[in-house]
């Protein structure tokens, strides 16, 4: 079976609100969400209650919490609706269990923990390596509409940087 018929046979639609969390640092959750519309934020929240952006969810993007859905710990990061959102939710168990019998899904698994290893080795990269006007050009680059969905505050966070710092880089950049 491919993975997007599983995907349609044991998954079901709903809608959230701009502000709706799906879930939060510290909570179980056991479902991975697929973005049919909308914008989600993924972040951190330190101890001192600094938040940190993880990255933006867009449409065709699908997240869940593997530490929470296969560990079985708490989610580490918080999960929210940045615009309203219609997604698809498959609980992990499900599509894990499937993929034990089934090649294709257990394939198509395969190519998804590819691609987030891939995304989180190349942010990793940016976080440690590149300097905050390279991060900057990176996300114009890479996510170009971003700068019109979110705040200028948000963008700094996920960036790591200040919104002070993003603005004089904003105006390098354009100027």
Known sequence: MKLD?????????????????????????QSLYIVQS???????????????IKSFILPGDNIGSLMSSYAGKP??????????????????????EASKTDTEI???????LLGFGIKKEAREYELLCLSAEGRYRKL??????????????????????TPVGLSRIKKRVSG
């Open 38 to 52: 909308g914008l989600l934020k993924a972040y951190y929240l330190s101890a001192d209650g600094k938040e940190n």
């Open 75 to 96: 989610s580490t990061f918080s999960l929210v609706c940045l615009k309203p959102c219609e997604l698809t939710v498959v609980e992990f168990s499900a599509l894990y």
């Open 5 to 29: 018929e599983f995907i349609a046979k044991n998954g079901s639609s709903f809608s959230k609100e701009a502000g709706d969390h799906l879930f939060r640092q510290g909570e179980h959750d």
């Open 106 to 112: 257990s394939a198509a698994i395969v190519d998804f």
């Open 140 to 161: 114009l680059k890479n996510m170009p509409g971003i700068l019109d969905l979110v705040t200028q505050n948000e963008i700094a966070r996920y960036l790591g940087m």
